[in-house]
């Protein structure tokens, strides 16, 4: 027996087919209160029942129930908000993205008929899928051991993870019907994933997974770092670019490493943005407004050198790291420029290009790092130049 998704006229709907192993057919369950029994001692009371509709068995919410039953799912085992319409599905990888998969179908090892007209559905496997792939297929107890995992060890995490691992397992182990807060509290943990990802050490793109850099973090595993630049073709500009941010993450969450790296480099540069000279340093009252930036994300090169780095304020560290700026050195001196092709591919875009413009020339001396051993190697500086073009 199985729960699947099925598109109809654009819309998706939930159906249950097939007859269980205990013979119970999905006509018997017409009616019930569907309980989803995820092992490990979880079940959701879905507040959900079975209604023929066109001789289909569709799953349909009951009064009270704030949300649909395949949302309770991914919401109890921490997963993104799914989607139902095929128009909202996303492509590529990852397929778990937040409003751009589906749950394809639910894989039910049994389901029996339970007193007081309800029904108990044990989930076995989650068939998950997006535009591009067909599926990606888990186990529900394999998924959910992880989470519990997660719930045990939640006070291990930087704040305010902890707090929000707590609420989820409290809303998970109440029983169901969940409400939106489930999904609420997993959209603010992604962007608590997201936000503490380089001082964890993890690798995390907001939107996506969270249990995966949660589970790095508690295990230590350092994250495997992207291709190669060299090994991409030249004209594959767009994987290119996106390889090197790729880059720019791994480098930057390399745990103590790189919070060492860091905070020397703000020191070298007294926390003064090297393309505007603006200074904001860490103060009782906020946390610094200036990144330390690597020039070369590599993992061929020194990471940890401050001469492989630059500072910058938050809209020049994007700025440099976009390539929408460069800097180079010539004749001993340094300068802003901004590559030709980027004038040229924002001209008319009603781009704030101007913004930037006004710091383009010689970088005075005062933004650099007193110790020339620590300014931004020339070598450093001509390697990324020709790795973005
Ligand atoms: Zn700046």
Known sequence: MRISRRTS???GEYEISEVAKSGVTPTALTGRRLILNLGRGVALDTGTSIQPQGGKRRLRRMPGTPIHLHRQFAAALLLPHPVRQDVALGSGAPVVQRNRYAVEHIELGDAVLAGGDRARLDARTAILKNKTYAAEEFSVSDRLAQVQRIWKRASDFPDPI???????HDLVKAGGPLPLGAEEVI??????VAEASADMG???TQNTDVLPPLLQFLDGIEPEPPVKVEE????EVEIKRRTIRQWRQWAGCRGAASAKFRREVREAYNSICVVCGLRFPKTP??????DSAHILPWSDYDLDKVSNGICACKLHHWAFDEGL????????KYFVEIPEEVEAGLAGAGFAL???????GEIPAQRLPGDPSKRPHPKFLKLLAEAMD
């Not at 959209?187 to 608590?192: N, R």
């Not at 991409?232 to 004209?235: D, L, Q, V």
């Not at 101007?354 to 383009?360: N, P």
């Open 202 to 204: 993890v690798l995390y």
């Open 354 to 360: 101007d913004a930037l413009r006004q710091h383009v």
């Open 285 to 290: 009252l906020n946390n610094t407004g200036v």
């Open 187 to 192: 959209y603010e943990l992604q962007a608590a």
């Open 232 to 235: 991409i073709e030249p004209e």
């Open 162 to 168: 902890p707090t929000l691992l707590t609420e989820h």
């Open 9 to 11: 006229g654009g819309r």
């Open 325 to 332: 700026i460069r800097i180079i050195h010539k004749g001993g």
